[in-house]
Every structure is written in structure tokens, then in C-alpha cells.
């Protein structure tokens, strides 16, 4: 079984600066990662994931995320934010065997200032 | 390609009622999930289905079921219906294939239960 913990609830940010979100996972076996966008009203859209390879991943929108395995986390980053980024960001863990079972965590909701 | 398609968008229903929700799977995708998403909470993962088969499931009652039809598409039907089922409900679908992991949402539909 796997669990996601999004470290931070709410995040909010000024127009053009950079951002994190945080997300740690526990598994007792190797996994996919995924951070996924919803805004509101809307379903879910992928933002990036990471399989294996490079941990550095990119994404859609200008977002990347770091796989760090000996930390369990996989943060995601964007240098400079738009009000257009406004929105819930979730991350989700998936076993290798049951790849497409998402395990989502809570979820960050991000709000950019002007 | 048509994306994932969820019907109705709302429904209001009485505690104790049954209701139908349905889904149309993307174009080539042969493996429908459904999740449940509470009011400023993450998804929950209810089921899975692979070529009309339940291919995993949640910690849901099995007041939760569902169906998956030859073309795909897929319904989830809920029994007796609880203050508690009142969120927006998420179905995903996904293409065949192991390296194919990434689930494709629709818009959702929003059960209220009165």
C-alpha cells in the first residue's frame, strides 16, 4: 500500500516568483510518481510524472519535479508563476503492478498574488 | 479524439436512493477507474476495470458498484445512498499497455445527497 503527503495545505505566492509544492510518499515497493492540476469546476489534467530514468522531470506549463528516492519526495517547482497558476495541485503514487491505481494526497491549493 | 466524458455533470438525490453515473472511456483506452473526490480532499481510488472485469478496488462498501461495457464505457452505481457519497465523482480511463500509465480524467459529476 502506498500513502501521499502534501506538506502544505494552502501556498500563496506573488506573481513571478518561484514556488514549491511539497510531497512525500511512503511505499513499501518501487513506484510511479504524478502531479496532477484541477481547476475549479474540473477534472483532473497531468501536469508531469516521472517512471524512472533522470529525476528531474518536466512538465506541462513550465512545471518540474525532483524524484529524490532516499527522501521519499518528489517536490514540485516552477521558477516564476502566473496568475493563470491558480489552482489545486495534487500528487499521486501509483505500485509498478497497478500502475494506472492513483493514491492521491490531500492536495495544495495554489494561489498567485498579484 | 474525444476525451473522457461524464454523465450528468450534477445530480441531486435523497439519502437512501440509488444513482447511476456514467462514463465514456477515450478513444483506445480499455481500462476505466473511478475515484471519489470529498470537498477539499484529494481523489480515493473506488475501482478499477479492464475489458469489462473489476480489476482492483478501494476500501469502498459494496454499496459501490460498477459495470464496464464492451465498447468500454463504464457506469458506477452507488445503493442507499449516504449524506457521506456527496462529492464529485472522477472516472479515468487509460490505454493498454504496461509503459502506458497515464489516466486520462474527465470533467466529474457532482452528486449532492439531500
Known amino acids: 500500500a502506498q500513502s501521499v503527503t502534501q506538506l502544505d495545505s494552502q501556498v500563496p505566492v506573488f506573481e513571478e516568483a518561484p514556488v514549491e509544492l511539497r510531497c512525500n510518499y511512503s511505499?513499501?515497493?518501487?513506484?510511479?510518481l504524478f502531479w496532477y492540476v484541477q481547476y475549479p469546476n474540473q477534472g483532473l489534467q497531468l501536469l508531469l510524472k516521472y517512471l524512472s530514468g533522470s529525476t528531474l522531470v518536466k512538465g506541462i506549463n513550465g512545471f518540474e519535479a525532483e524524484f529524490n528516492k532516499s527522501q521519499t519526495s518528489f517536490h514540485l517547482r516552477k521558477p516564476s508563476v502566473h496568475i493563470s497558476d491558480t489552482a489545486e495541485y495534487f500528487c499521486?503514487?501509483?505500485?509498478?503492478?497497478?500502475?494506472?491505481?492513483?493514491?492521491f494526497g490531500s492536495g495544495t491549493q495554489l494561489t498567485v498574488l498579484p | 479524439e474525444t476525451g473522457v466524458t461524464q454523465s450528468p455533470t450534477h445530480l441531486i438525490k435523497t439519502r437512501g436512493q440509488q444513482v447511476t453515473l456514467r462514463c465514456s472511456s477515450q478513444s483506445g483506452h480499455n481500462t476505466v477507474s473511478w475515484y471519489q473526490q470529498a470537498l477539499g480532499q484529494g481523489p480515493q481510488f473506488i475501482f478499477q476495470?479492464?475489458?469489462?472485469?473489476?480489476?482492483g478496488r478501494g476500501n469502498f462498501p459494496p454499496r459501490f458498484s460498477g459495470l464496464q461495457f464492451p465498447n468500454y464505457s463504464s457506469e458506477l452505481n452507488v445503493n442507499a445512498l449516504e449524506l457521506d457519497d456527496s462529492a464529485l465523482y472522477l472516472c479515468?480511463?487509460?490505454?493498454?499497455?504496461?509503459?502506458?500509465?497515464?489516466?486520462?480524467f474527465g470533467q466529474g459529476t457532482r452528486l449532492t445527497v439531500v
Open positions: 499521486a503514487v501509483s505500485g509498478l503492478g497497478s500502475a494506472r491505481q492513483l493514491t
Open positions: 479515468a480511463s487509460s490505454p493498454t499497455g504496461v509503459a502506458n500509465t497515464e489516466a486520462f
Open positions: 511505499s513499501s515497493v518501487s513506484v510511479y
Open positions: 476495470y479492464y475489458r469489462e472485469e473489476e480489476n
